[in-house]
């Protein structure tokens, strides 16, 4: 039986790993700040798959909650096999209207908790010679998209040159970049989701799914689902000034839903 912790676990994309990893057979640590939600989310998927799942209520904005999650991770008697750095938002505004105490928050639970709890992990997993981590970053990684974009390209560019480092080791770690999924991410951020194109949105499920393949097969970077690795690879050839124009409203309608 293996362990696997996730952060961001009682919504979206995060829930779909718990989901996933439960009907697959793996004891859970689950990690996000309602701890209400997250004991009845242990409670069913234990009784439905009849596996263990922990509850560990941290806020990754917080001193006390990263090393909180940071201390499970190193515990030898109770080893996490997978990691999944998950937790994430998006903050309601453009660059200088969002408050900086706000954009603090995201580079501190996108960035600093990402690199804590995967240092934390891989330190741990490279001793028992095996692992995986996989940190989800997004397809805004790879656009000029302020702090979001900027947060989700410092864990694809952290993730792949960590992976390179460890090779041999046993631990795998990929980024995983997904485009649009529907979740609670753009409610949460106030966002309107009505310009976003039907075809643009992907199923969390799904998602995952796709992502643990990716993970088995060694991939160190992730963005699954064909209609993404085109328009991707087409964002490559663009013209920085044009993907800048497009990426800057997709998706970024603040106000009502
Ligand atoms: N949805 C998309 O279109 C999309 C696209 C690309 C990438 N992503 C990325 O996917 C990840 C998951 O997003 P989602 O779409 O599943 O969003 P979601 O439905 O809003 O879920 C976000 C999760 O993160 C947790 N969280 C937020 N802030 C936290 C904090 N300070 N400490 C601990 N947990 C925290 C939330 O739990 P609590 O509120 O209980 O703490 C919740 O479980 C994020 O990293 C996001 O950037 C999302």
Request: aromatic letters at 6%; one cysteine or more.
């Amino acid at each position: 039986m293996t362990t696997a912790l996730i952060t961001g676990a009682t919504a979206g994309i995060g829930a779909a790993f718990a989901r996933r990893l439960a009907a697959d057979g793996h004891d859970l640590v689950l990690v996000a700040r309602d701890g209400e939600r997250l004991s009845a989310q242990a409670t069913e998927l234990h009784d439905r798959h009849g596996i263990e799942a922990e509850v560990l209520t941290a806020d990754l904005s917080t001193e006390d909650g990263i090393t909180a999650v940071e201390a499970r991770l190193s515990q030898p008697r109770r080893p996490v096999d997978l990691l999944v750095n998950n937790a994430g938002f998006a903050n309601k505004g453009r660059y200088l209207e969002v408050p900086m105490a706000d954009e603090l928050t995201m580079v501190k639970v996108h960035i600093e908790a990402v690199l804590r709890l995967t240092s934390a992990a891989t330190a741990s997993m490279r001793g028992r010679g095996r692992g995986g981590v996989v940190n989800v970053a997004s397809v805004a990684a790879f656009v000029p998209r302020g702090t979001y974009g900027a947060s989700k390209a410092w864990v694809v560019q952290f993730t792949q040159g960590a992976a390179r480092d460890l090779a041999g080791s046993g631990v795998r770690m990929m980024a995983l970049c997904p485009g649009f999924v529907r979740t609670e991410f753009h409610e949460r951020a106030g966002m309107g989701t009505d310009n976003i194109p039907g075809w643009m949105w992907l199923d969390a499920d799904k998602l995952v799914a796709a992502a643990l393949t990716d993970l088995a097969r060694g991939k160190s970077l992730s963005i699954p689902d064909p209609r993404y690795k085109a328009l991707m690879g087409a964002v490559k050839l663009a013209p920085r000034g044009l993907l800048g124009g497009l990426t800057s409203k997709t998706g970024r309608k603040y106000g009502p839903q």
